[in-house]
């Protein structure tokens, strides 16, 4: 949602409502300008492929070796003591976490066109880092509900015992939606994007992501295999936003080896956007 979109309003709070989505919707579209947006596609290319290929043969070790005999550790299903659990793991569902930045952004929407100035600069400038969690969490989901209905992979004890090949591709049935876990990948995708916004807290935001990872697991709702991938496409999936923000030189610069950073300072991140997008 774009700073840049507060400048020049029209006096109709409708007209301007109008101008301000099809501004932030320009904005999030337009082709990458970032002179340096090449450098850190390639840098982005290397990591993906390191996560991917370690996360990979995590994914396979765990299935082959481990996945059967971490569910027979786990305490049976439905027991009265894994209450706090199911409360915790509710923390980690892509409704709990889409529908709070969709209702947010939409408060954003309604109230920037009543300010003027920096107020609605500064609101304008926070919607587009609520846009930037939002899409970094939505795009590993679909993803990942894709290939939840290609794999169809049963979960623990469907079928009547602890079979991690137990597959049906194409299934479609919450039966035989357990590869990979979703909850895994919202709180991956979230503890990624948070920290990329915001460093300092990135530690806060990996022990909550791996709760969320542990609950499912301790709830035999998924095979560690199934975290495990989840984990991996969240982080990649944010990874990919991430660097459409930077490339169009929205909340992120790029390094001159590729890095892509948060903008240094909130002031010069306002006075960047209100002036026009540049490269940093």
Avoid at 33 to 49: F, G, I, T, W
């Amino acid at each position: 949602m774009s700073a840049q979109a507060g400048i020049g309003y029209p006096t109709n709070y409708l007209a301007g409502l109008f101008t301000l989505a099809r501004r932030s919707v320009t904005q999030l579209a337009r082709p990458p300008s970032h002179p340096r947006r090449a450098v850190a596609a390639r840098r982005l290319a290397r990591q993906m492929l390191l996560i991917a290929a370690v996360g990979g043969a995590a994914v396979i070790a765990l299935m082959a070796g481990f996945d059967a005999t971490e569910i027979a550790l786990m305490p049976p299903r439905g027991a009265a003591s894994l209450w706090p659990v199911r409360i915790l793991t509710d923390f980690g569902k892509d409704a709990n976490v889409l529908c709070p930045l969709a209702a947010m952004l939409l408060i954003v929407a309604l109230v920037s066109p009543r300010l003027e100035g920096a107020s609605r600069l500064r609101l304008l400038s926070f919607g587009t880092r609520l846009q930037f969690l939002f899409f970094a969490v939505l795009l590993p989901l679909l993803a990942g509900e894709l290939i939840k209905w290609v794999v169809g992979r049963g979960r623990p004890f469907v079928g009547g015992k602890a079979n991690p090949f137990n597959f049906r591709p194409f299934a479609g049935t919450e039966a035989y939606f357990s590869f990979p876990s979703a909850h895994a990948i919202t709180a991956f995708a979230l503890a990624f994007a948070v920290a990329a916004l915001w460093p300092r807290a990135r530690v806060a935001m990996v022990v909550y992501a791996l709760l969320i990872a542990t609950s499912r697991l301790v709830l035999l709702a998924h095979h560690p295999s199934d975290v495990v991938a989840g984990a991996l496409i969240g982080v990649i999936g944010a990874m990919l936003v991430r660097y459409w923000f930077a490339a169009r030189c929205l909340l992120f610069a790029i390094r001159r080896d590729g890095e892509i950073v948060p903008f240094r300072s909130a002031s010069r991140h306002l006075k960047r956007v209100a002036h026009g997008p540049s490269a940093p």
